[in-house]
């Protein structure tokens, strides 16, 4: 079977959704370079680069990896070509073209820094994952971050994105060329400020008047993704290859639910991203707060949760009803009173929406794969909610059942010798190793990890007892906790 490629894109016209600038003899040049192209960007932003694209303009995008030679190896033989499947009640396929290129940083670093000091390249967006950022625990650059430590004192090629788009945006100043806007497209609270900033403190150190002329110049505007978008795997490919007839090494699938708020500061010469559906608002905190607690919160809390009880996917875990009852309450007793939602959202509405998508038949979303990285999802998704309760006299027994599952599914995963996928995989499978069933000491051991646990949660008695409380009755059977958890009748 035949790859995709530009070579058999024309054949494919009239089966499905096509790129059809592609076939046109003048193709859009390359303005926008995106940092992580894993599955969601793919699903999520290049999507949306490809509907803008319809609308014209020079905004195909350089797609970025770090050091991951995965998708280079993939999409770079198909000329950047790859299917994305919409699996929900109605299925459908479409060939994106926005991405242009595949580079990786590490061995492509001349072309990816020209790529990034181009004055064609008006965007950088970016999807690195919580870690990608290397803040603290208080949401800062964090100077004492190791590979933060090496990209500060050498002169070399850089090895966080920090220091990459720190590295091009001293290029850009020296030649005169405004900075780029950059977007950060990960789940982090208030991510465009907080991007922004630790950008700036890097250049504080390096060179403070760099450091100035982006205080002054650069442009980061917050921003509220989402999409549901699993892991490809090799169903998804055969499916595609029969839908094709040809085939595609790297297709992406996603529910048909998709949103991208983006805050209202973008250069007016911008991606048709508008007509796409983008929505932009004044104020995204407020929405990127509620799909944090009312979407990400869930997601990791049947994770862990579910792995527990021993289920494969979101799929088979709402399908316990014990669970979801206890993932409902957890929601209105504890999620909902925690934050004030955007005046123009029906909370309710939007939580339900988001409990049917968990169940979406069509998507077999890995537990396994939602519970990577806790140390750096709970400070985000899970914590602020608990500190707001605390802080207001509120409910935290089913937050703090959370946490105390995903203690439980560490030392699970430590028992049984699996391999842990978290930056702090090491320090947690440590603490791990110290756990011996007893409440008392296991959950100090957890709560003194002070990089997901500021002193002022671990620290507070009222936070510990509820740990402690949901992790005793977890450590024998975490089926009756829960259900001593839920108030089952
Ligand atoms: C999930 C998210 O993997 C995870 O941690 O909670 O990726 C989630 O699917 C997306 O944020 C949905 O937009």
């Given at each position: 079977?035949?790859?995709?490629?530009?070579?058999?894109?024309?054949?494919?016209?009239?089966?499905?959704?096509?790129?059809?600038?592609?076939?046109?003899?003048?193709?859009p040049?390359?303005?926008?370079?995106?940092?992580g192209?894993?599955?969601?960007?793919r699903?999520?932003?290049?999507?949306?680069?490809?509907?803008?694209?319809?609308?014209?303009?020079?905004?195909?995008?350089?797609?970025?990896?770090?050091?991951?030679?995965?998708?280079?190896?993939?999409?770079?033989?198909?000329?950047?070509?790859?299917?994305?499947?919409?699996?929900?009640?109605?299925?459908?396929?479409?060939?994106?073209?926005?991405?242009?290129?595949?580079?990786?940083?590490?061995?492509?670093?001349?072309?990816?820094?020209?790529?990034?000091?181009?004055?064609?390249?008006?965007?950088?967006?970016?999807?690195?994952?919580?870690?990608?950022?290397?803040?603290?625990?208080?949401?800062?650059?964090?100077?004492?971050?190791?590979?933060?430590q090496?990209?500060?004192?050498?002169?070399?090629q850089?090895?966080?994105?920090?220091?990459?788009?720190?590295?091009?945006?001293?290029?850009?100043?020296?030649?005169?060329?405004?900075?780029?806007?950059?977007?950060?497209?990960?789940?982090?609270?208030?991510?465009?400020?907080?991007?922004?900033?630790?950008?700036?403190?890097?250049?504080?150190?390096?060179?403070?008047?760099?450091?100035?002329?982006?205080?002054?110049?650069?442009?980061?505007?917050?921003?509220?993704?989402?999409?549901?978008?699993?892991a490809?795997?090799?169903?998804?490919?055969?499916?595609?290859?029969?839908?094709l007839?040809?085939?595609?090494?790297?297709?992406?699938?996603?529910?048909a639910?998709?949103?991208?708020?983006?805050?209202?500061?973008?250069?007016?010469?911008?991606p048709?991203?508008?007509?796409?559906?983008?929505?932009?608002?004044?104020?995204?905190?407020?929405?990127?707060?509620?799909?944090?607690?009312?979407?990400?919160?869930?997601?990791?809390?049947?994770?862990?949760?579910?792995?527990?009880?021993?289920?494969?996917?979101?799929?088979?875990?709402?399908?316990?009803?014990?669970?979801?009852q206890?993932?409902?309450?957890?929601i209105?007793?504890?999620?909902?009173?925690?934050?004030?939602?955007?005046?123009?959202?029906?909370?309710?509405?939007?939580?339900?929406?988001?409990?049917?998508?968990?169940?979406?038949p069509?998507?077999?979303?890995?537990?396994?794969?939602?519970?990577?990285?806790?140390?750096?999802?709970?400070?985000?998704?899970?914590?602020?909610?608990?500190?707001?309760?605390?802080?207001?006299?509120?409910?935290?027994?089913?937050?703090?059942?959370?946490?105390?599952?995903?203690?439980?599914?560490?030392?699970?995963?430590?028992?049984?010798?699996?391999?842990?996928?978290?930056?702090?995989?090491?320090?947690?499978?440590?603490?791990?190793?110290?756990?011996?069933?007893n409440?008392?000491?296991?959950?100090?051991?957890?709560?003194?990890?002070?990089?997901?646990?500021?002193?002022?949660?671990?620290?507070?008695?009222?936070?510990?007892?509820?740990?402690?409380?949901?992790?005793?009755?977890?450590?024998?059977?975490?089926?009756?906790?829960?259900?001593?958890?839920?108030?089952?009748?």
């Amino acid at each position: 079977m035949a790859n995709l490629s530009n070579q058999t894109l024309a054949g494919l016209n009239g089966k499905l959704p096509i790129p059809a600038y592609r076939l046109a003899e003048q193709q859009p040049q390359i303005g926008i370079v995106h940092l992580g192209p894993g599955a969601f960007f793919r699903g999520h932003q290049a999507w949306y680069t490809e509907q803008a694209l319809q609308f014209g303009g020079d905004w195909a995008i350089s797609a970025v990896s770090m050091r991951s030679p995965d998708v280079s190896q993939a999409l770079s033989p198909q000329d950047g070509l790859y299917t994305l499947a919409v699996l929900d009640a109605v299925q459908s396929y479409q060939v994106i073209g926005s991405v242009q290129e595949v580079l990786i940083a590490s061995e492509q670093y001349g072309q990816v820094l020209a790529r990034l000091t181009a004055a064609s390249t008006k965007y950088v967006t970016m999807t690195i994952t919580e870690k990608g950022y290397c803040l603290n625990g208080s949401g800062k650059l964090d100077l004492n971050h190791s590979q933060i430590q090496q990209d500060l004192s050498g002169s070399g090629q850089p090895i966080t994105a920090i220091g990459l788009l720190f590295t091009a945006l001293a290029a850009r100043y020296q030649a005169n060329i405004a900075p780029f806007c950059v977007i950060s497209c990960d789940n982090l609270t208030d991510n465009g400020h907080k991007l922004r900033n630790a950008l700036i403190a890097f250049a504080e150190q390096k060179d403070p008047t760099i450091a100035n002329w982006l205080s002054q110049q650069l442009i980061s505007p917050c921003t509220m993704v989402d999409s549901i978008t699993p892991a490809t795997d090799d169903a998804i490919k055969a499916q595609v290859a029969q839908v094709l007839g040809v085939q595609d090494n790297w297709p992406i699938k996603r529910e048909a639910f998709v949103q991208w708020v983006i805050e209202d500061i973008l250069p007016a010469d911008r991606p048709a991203w508008q007509q796409a559906g983008v929505i932009y608002a004044q104020d995204v905190t407020a929405f990127e707060k509620a799909k944090l607690r009312l979407l990400n919160a869930p997601h990791s809390t049947l994770a862990y949760v579910g792995c527990l009880l021993g289920y494969e996917t979101v799929f088979d875990a709402m399908q316990d009803e014990v669970l979801t009852q206890f993932i409902q309450q957890m929601i209105t007793a504890e999620i909902m009173p925690s934050f004030k939602a955007p005046a123009e959202l029906d909370v309710n509405q939007y939580s339900n929406d988001i409990l049917a998508r968990f169940r979406n038949p069509a998507i077999r979303h890995l537990l396994a794969q939602i519970a990577w990285d806790g140390s750096q999802k709970l400070p985000m998704r899970i914590l602020p909610a608990i500190s707001d309760n605390l802080a207001a006299g509120k409910a935290i027994d089913k937050l703090a059942f959370a946490i105390a599952a995903w203690c439980r599914f560490i030392v699970k995963r430590h028992s049984d010798n699996e391999k842990l996928v978290d930056p702090l995989a090491e320090q947690l499978l440590a603490v791990a190793a110290q756990c011996s069933g007893n409440a008392d000491t296991d959950v100090a051991l957890f709560l003194a990890v002070d990089a997901v646990f500021p002193p002022a949660l671990s620290l507070n008695k009222t936070f510990f007892s509820a740990v402690h409380t949901a992790y005793q009755q977890l450590v024998s059977r975490p089926a009756a906790a829960l259900v001593a958890f839920t108030g089952v009748v």
